[in-house]
Each structure stands twice: as C-alpha cells, then as structure tokens.
C-alpha cells in the first residue's frame, strides 16, 4: 500500500453492536460520497459475528474477520470440537454417537424456523441425553445438549 487515506470517521461508545453499526454507516457513506466500494475488510474478532459476515458478502466485501466462536467452554464439559459435524444431514454426531439437529420436522410456519440471529442451535433428543453415560461430561445442568 502506497497510500493510507482516512476517508470517513464515525464515532461510537465502545460496545460491539454500535461498532458493527458504524462499520455499516462508513461503508454506506463512502459508497455514496466518493464511489468507493472496498473489495475487502479488514477487523478484528469483534466484528466476526454471523450478521456482520453475511452482511459484508451480501455487500460482496470479502471479510478477513476471525469469526467471533462461541464454541468454547471452560467448565470443564465437551466443547463443540468434541462433536463431528455431518454436513450432508445438516447435523452434529456427539461422542456417545446421537445426533444433535436444528429440526425435527418440516414446519410450514417460517416463524418457526432458523432464529435469524445468524446464529444456529442444534440440539440432542431430552429422552436420549437424560439416558446417556456422559451426561456429565456433556450437558450437566441441561436436560440435554
Ligand atoms: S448427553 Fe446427549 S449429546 Fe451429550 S454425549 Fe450424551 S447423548 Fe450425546
């Protein structure tokens, strides 16, 4: 980079949405002030959350975000990396074997579906978790996982 040029400024209180946001009022203003659409985007942790990615690729702004993880745990109980991923079915396989969905059925109410938050749950059957060996490892002050 030859150059480095601030072209718009917005001000915000420290706290995460209102940062996102006024990511979101630059890039707009710039675009409407001076033509200029970036190819990318460079920011930290804070801005990796699943709104703000998907946003930017709607704007087809490529992100080079660290995506905001909230997998982890720190109690001691099986994290999300204990769990296969099983793309094809769209679910989750815990250690014990069960697989853990976003549904359980077709819903023909779209209020029921995803949440869109950006954010996606997938959970195991309450039968087969209060049943299940590693209760304790996994889930212990849930019903199930
Ligand atoms: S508690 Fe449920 S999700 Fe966890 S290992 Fe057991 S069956 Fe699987």
């Known amino acids: ?12 209180r420290s706290i995460r949405q209102a940062e996102v946001g006024s990511t979101k009022t630059m ?3 710039v675009k409407a002030n001076f033509d200029l659409h970036p190819e990318r985007l460079i920011a930290d ?8 990615l998907g946003w930017l690729v709607g704007q087809k702004i490529a992100p080079h975000i660290p995506v905001f993880d909230k997998s982890g745990r720190n109690d001691g109980t099986w994290t999300r990396a204990d769990f296969e991923w099983d793309a094809e079915n769209d679910q989750y396989i ?6 853990l969905k976003q549904f359980r059925r077709n819903y023909s109410d779209p209020n029921r579906g995803p949440s869109g938050k950006g954010t996606a749950r997938y ?5 087969v978790c209060q049943a299940c060996p590693s209760k304790l490892k ?8």
């Open 94 to 99: 815990c250690p014990e074997g069960h697989e």
């Open 138 to 145: 996994c889930c212990p002050n849930a019903d199930a996982r």
């Open 123 to 127: 959970r195991a059957l309450k039968v």
């Open 27 to 29: 890039l707009n203003r």
């Open 1 to 12: 980079m030859d150059h480095g040029v601030i072209v718009d400024v917005e001000a915000t």
């Open 45 to 52: 942790t804070a801005y990796g959350t699943g709104p703000m």
